[in-house]
């Protein structure tokens, strides 16, 4: 990894994330750039100090978890944001489950809970209110598909919620690294929080105490 190296994988994601046709996995995190382009840079610095101080996954997160918080250009990004969001990541079911946890106090009926009513959605609303995370939010839609539907259905004239179920849906791409593996326990746990039928995961919820 170089600095180079570490531009490309910038553009890609940033392409990613910002162009709908384009998809950073399908062209294997490579862009329209070159090292002479590179060399010219003035942000050529950043790139640099970053590809000494990270591997290539990391370095990938790194972009990926500052873009999500908006942070765009290299100049804007902030290694607390990476490392705030690799704490989070190391205990990602846990968190998983403490936010499904907070769907489930706002709406019993999982389906409801997915689609739209007066031209919005529950989860997008707490996701946008900072309630969920951008991964609690990414792994239901990965178990369950409920936002492309869902985008026909909103009141969006100003197009903020459609923007932040693009930014959902490119994010969920580097979300099934995470839970490879484990997506059954995450589906298992859904499930099990909101059926009518009394559990060890629901029974709060359940009989409202």
């Excluded at 804007?76 to 499904?100: A, G, I, L, P, T």
């Excluded at 100003?158 to 589906?187: A, P, S």
Aim: proline share 1%; hydrophobic share 35%; charged share 30%.
């Amino acid at each position: 990894m170089n600095g180079y190296d570490a531009y490309n994988l910038y553009n890609s994601i940033k392409l990613h994330f910002t162009q709908e046709s384009y998809d950073a996995f399908k062209y294997n995190f490579k862009s329209n750039t070159n090292v002479r382009t590179f060399e010219k840079k003035k942000e050529r610095y950043f790139f640099e100090k970053l590809s000494r101080r990270y591997n290539a996954q990391q370095l990938k997160l790194y972009f990926v978890d500052n873009i999500i918080e908006e942070n765009n250009w290299i100049g804007d990004m902030r290694e607390h944001v990476y490392n705030d969001r690799e704490k989070y990541r190391q205990s990602m079911f846990y968190n998983f489950k403490e936010e499904c946890k907070k769907i489930r106090s706002e709406i019993d009926d999982f389906d409801e809970a997915c689609q739209a009513k007066d031209g919005t959605n529950k989860l997008l609303e707490l996701y946008m209110a900072n309630e969920i995370s951008i991964d609690t939010i990414s792994i239901i839609n990965n178990l369950v598909k409920f936002i492309r539907p869902l985008k026909k259905q909103l009141s969006d004239p100003l197009g903020i919620m459609k923007e932040n179920l693009h930014r959902i849906i490119k994010y969920e791409y580097f979300i099934l690294d995470t839970i490879r593996g484990n997506r059954e326990k995450y589906r298992n746990y859904l499930f099990l929080l909101f059926t009518k039928q009394p559990n060890e995961y629901n029974i709060d919820f359940v009989y409202k105490i």
